[in-house]
């Protein structure tokens, strides 16, 4: 059992590219996450799913997109990376006790 | 104010010591409330969770949650440096957790 898989590990990425984060998970969770973590922030809510088919935005989603077409996958999708988006992104997905459990993270650099 | 406070520290405890770790929330209709470990390059744990008022007990980990004055708190005993990380304090907010910006705490052998 994997758990929660991500991809890439880490990324270099030029400003203005578009970039998919990829997350898949096994564990038939119906909600998932995206955050990021910065120094000093702690961890910032992107967006999220409860549910196959249904989305929501967090605290900060603007320049993000998340798409859940079945209930193994949440891509997270930067349309035109800028460097404030320089950050470590973290899958996270949850049972119904609400109990997160993460993914072991994507480090993103964009020049 | 934020949602979830935290000292960030660091917090610097001997070996064998008690850690103790505080979170102050907001939100007083707040029912669920998590701690999470993460080490340094790593991903979020969780290591406790608690739901009730009073504490709760695993190993060497007790929580104890206070909603009247709005607090949740870590005990760690027997500190170890395998402790040595950051740790996390989450409430149940709507549809989501609710992250404090988290404790960095280093045991000294």
């Known amino acids: 059992i994997a758990g929660i898989t991500q991809a890439p590990t880490s990324q270099i990425l030029a400003a203005g590219r578009r970039m998919t984060l990829r997350c898949t998970q096994d564990?038939?969770?119906?909600?998932m996450y995206w955050y990021r973590q910065d120094l000093g922030l702690g961890l910032r809510l992107i967006h999220y799913s409860n549910t196959a088919g249904t989305t929501g935005k967090g605290e900060v989603p603007d320049g993000y997109s998340v798409s859940r077409a079945n209930t193994d996958d949440f891509p997270l999708t930067l349309a035109s990376a800028v460097p404030s988006q320089t950050s470590v992104y973290f899958c996270?997905?949850?049972?119904?006790?609400?109990?997160?459990?993460f993914g072991p993270g994507t480090r993103l650099t964009v020049l | 104010q934020k949602e979830v406070e935290q000292n960030s520290g660091p917090l610097s405890v001997p070996e064998g010591a008690i850690a103790s770790l505080n979170c102050t929330y907001s939100d007083r209709v707040s029912q669920s409330f998590f701690w999470y470990r993460q080490y340094s390059g790593k991903s979020p744990e969780l290591i406790m969770s608690?739901?009730?008022?009073g504490d709760k007990e695993d190993g060497r980990f007790t929580a104890q949650l206070n909603k009247a004055s709005q607090y949740v708190s870590l005990l760690i005993r027997d500190s170890q440096p395998s402790d040595s990380a950051t740790y996390l304090c989450a409430r149940r907010g709507a549809q989501k957790l609710v992250f404090g910006q988290g404790t960095r705490l280093t045991i000294n052998p």
């Open positions: 608690i739901y009730s008022n």
């Open positions: 564990m038939r969770h119906n909600a």
């Open positions: 996270a997905s949850s049972d119904t006790t609400d109990t997160q459990y």
